[in-house]
């Protein structure tokens, strides 16, 4: 029973050492199709994008206030992939990252994920 004791710490602090160390944990390969200064911070956008996203939604869907800023549609139009024009799709700018943190993508429920087009029509799932 002392010996498994031994082993099992012994195998925390193995699997604790190399956790701290930097690159062990793969990122998401982030395509920025059009460079230069977003809307927000970068730490901003990563932490806070869909709420700022959401609180977008209810200004427009509530006020019929709509302003690009935090749009959905200028995100598009800033991260489309230039190779496929969508953000969704294997290496897609939102895709990829949502892919990376088991996060569903429902924008394109309703959405289009190309810039300069309509929404889809129909009744959301």
Known sequence: MKTLAIAVLWGLTFAAAHAAEPGRTPLPAIAIEKPGQCVEPKDVMR?????????????????GIRT????????????????????????????SCHDYAAVKLDCWDCHQPKPGQKAATGVRP
């Open 68 to 95: 690009k800023p935090h749009s959905l549609n200028e995100c598009i139009s800033c991260h489309a992939s230039q190779k496929t024009g969508s953000v969704t799709g294997d290496g897609g700018f939102c895709q």
């Open 47 to 63: 932490r806070d994008h869909m709420k700022l996203l959401k609180h977008q939604r209810d200004k427009t869907m509530h006020q």
